[in-house]
T-cell receptor, first 112, second 118 residues
Framework: DAKTTQPPSMDCAEGRAANLPCNHS???????VYWYRQIHSQGPQYIIH???NNETNEMASLIITEDRKSSTLILPHATLRDTAVYYC?????????????FGAGTRLFVKA | DTGVSQDPRHKITKRGQNVTFRCDPI?????LYWYRQTLGQGPEFLTY????????KSRLLSDRFSAERPKGSFSTLEIQRTEQGDSAMYLC????????????????FGPGTRLTVL
């Protein structure tokens, strides 16, 4: 699976959009981009994933660049409860099993 | 609550003792994963089951570690002769089968078992 690079930490004001970048310049054509987050003392939680099109769900939006070498997770209206570590992961999807390779992630602090 | 559950949530043990953790996945999920997470780091993959078969083991899983899923439902992770370096959060996750290359194979994680070895 391709390696990802994320900033170690970011701040965001409550109510504003949080934009979390991720670089995955070695991503291959069959690898998806996944985002998970981990709130303190809890297990990671799936947020969203995509291949090449932008995706949106009730939690967030995922913007993938045309060359797929980077992506941005957008939390449109950040709340204090969004303070967490956000992990960007790329992995192949196939009919077999898979393991998720986590990096250190971005620690997002949402401030009042 | 029908999510992934883990027991115990916290375990303190003395070096050299054996410990066993349990994971109950979401009922229809046939895939089960174990990860280990140390402070400030992301989770590291340990092993993975499809039904009762253990299909992959990380090099992190030394001979002192053994995982089982005897009936394809719950799983146990045992650590023998614990060392202080085993202190970590042990996370379990489960997922649905992934047929046809569908991308919908998100993993659902449990709350973890925090192990402290004194």
């Amino acid at each position: 699976d391709a390696k990802t690079t994320q900033p170690p930490s970011m701040d965001c004001a409550e109510g504003r959009a949080a934009n979390l970048p991720c670089n995955h310049s070695t991503i291959s054509g069959n690898e998806y981009v996944y985002w998970y987050r981990q709130i303190h003392s809890q297990g990671p939680q799936y947020i969203i994933h995509g291949l090449k099109n932008n995706e949106t769900n009730e939690m967030a939006s995922l913007i993938i660049t045309e060359d797929r070498k980077s992506s941005t997770l957008i939390l449109p209206h950040a709340t204090l409860r969004d303070t967490a570590v956000y992990y960007c992961i790329v992995r192949v999807v196939y009919t077999g099993g898979f393991k998720t390779i986590f990096g250190a992630g971005t620690r997002l602090f949402v401030k009042a | 609550d029908t999510g992934v559950s883990q027991d115990p949530r916290h375990k303190i043990t003395k070096r050299g003792q054996n410990v066993t953790f349990r994971c109950d996945p979401i009922s229809e999920h046939n895939r089960l994963y174990w990860y280990r997470q140390t402070l400030g780091q992301g989770p590291e993959f340990l092993t993975y089951f499809q039904n009762e078969a253990q299909l992959e083991k990380s090099r992190l899983l030394s001979d002192r570690f053994s995982a089982e899923r005897p009936k394809g439902s719950f799983s146990t992770l045992e650590i023998q002769r614990t060392e202080q370096g085993d202190s970590a959060m042990y996370l379990c996750a489960s997922s649905l089968p992934n047929y046809g290359g569908s991308s919908n194979n998100e993993q659902f994680f449990g709350p973890g078992t925090r192990l402290t070895v004194l």
